[in-house]
């Protein structure tokens, strides 16, 4: 059975103070990894997805990289406008396409 | 603009009531899922379909049931059986997945419906 297990589960920093969120996983072929965003009360918004080992993307002051066994969320000089719920997901060789697994998220809180 | 809208926001179920969550995408997808949202969990999958007139159950299926009679749409009626059905819930879509490789696996969420028991 796929795993997802994100940490910490909740993070203040303050503004400036740079960071990085942890998702671990333990599934049998990775296919693709999503990192989404949530702001309270509304959907998940879509940030990055990678698909193999030693992969990084980044965008604005975000940036996830990816290892064989887990994948960070990096952020760099954060702002008050960073505050959100980071989740993780995957899916994987041994699921149906489609079925992701989802991580519990990070709730980041960035203080001015 | 393209995107997933559910309807309503918030939603009141009486008991030995079944209620039904509205999703409609026009992004042209092929593939809408459900997923249920509680605080401090993953979000958890409860019924998905790829094509029009299939769908299949998610690990959470049990007191809940869908309908997928046309392209844009996936209502999802959750009934009296379900017992604690107070949660967020959330409806996505995605590219056809099995095609294109695990970018088709890539879900676009709508803004979710929050349901509380009276």
């Known amino acids: 059975e796929d795993q997802v297990t994100q940490s910490p589960e909740a993070l203040r920093l303050q503004e400036g103070e740079s960071s990085s969120l942890n998702c671990s996983y333990t599934?049998?072929?990775?296919?693709?990894l999503f990192w989404y965003r949530q702001d309270p009360g509304k959907g998940p918004e879509f940030l990055f997805t990678l698909y193999s080992a030693g992969e990084e993307k980044e965008k604005e002051r975000l940036k996830a990289t990816l290892t064989k066994k887990e994948s960070f969320l990096h952020i760099t000089a954060p702002k008050p406008e960073d505050s959100a719920t980071y989740l993780c997901?995957?899916?994987?060789?041994?699921?149906?396409?489609?079925?992701?697994?989802f991580g519990q998220g990070t709730i980041l809180t960035v203080h001015p | 603009d393209g995107g997933i809208t559910q309807s309503p926001k918030y939603l009141f179920r009486k008991e030995g009531q079944n209620v039904t969550l509205s999703c409609e995408q026009n992004l042209n997808h092929d593939a809408m899922y459900w997923y249920r949202q509680d605080p401090g969990q993953g979000l958890r999958l409860i019924y998905y379909s790829q094509i029009v007139n299939d769908f299949q159950k998610g690990d959470i299926a049990e007191g809940y049931s869908v309908s997928r009679e046309k392209k844009e749409s996936f209502p999802l009626t959750v009934t009296s059986a379900q017992k604690n059905p107070t949660a967020f819930y959330l409806c996505?879509?995605?590219?056809?997945?099995?095609?294109?490789?695990?970018?088709?696996?890539?879900?676009?969420f709508g803004s979710g419906t929050q349901l509380s028991v009276l």
């Open positions: 599934v049998s072929g990775l296919r693709g």
């Open positions: 996505a879509s995605s590219l056809r997945p099995g095609t294109g490789g695990s970018t088709n696996e890539k879900l676009f």
């Open positions: 997901a995957v899916s994987a060789g041994g699921t149906s396409y489609g079925k992701l697994t």
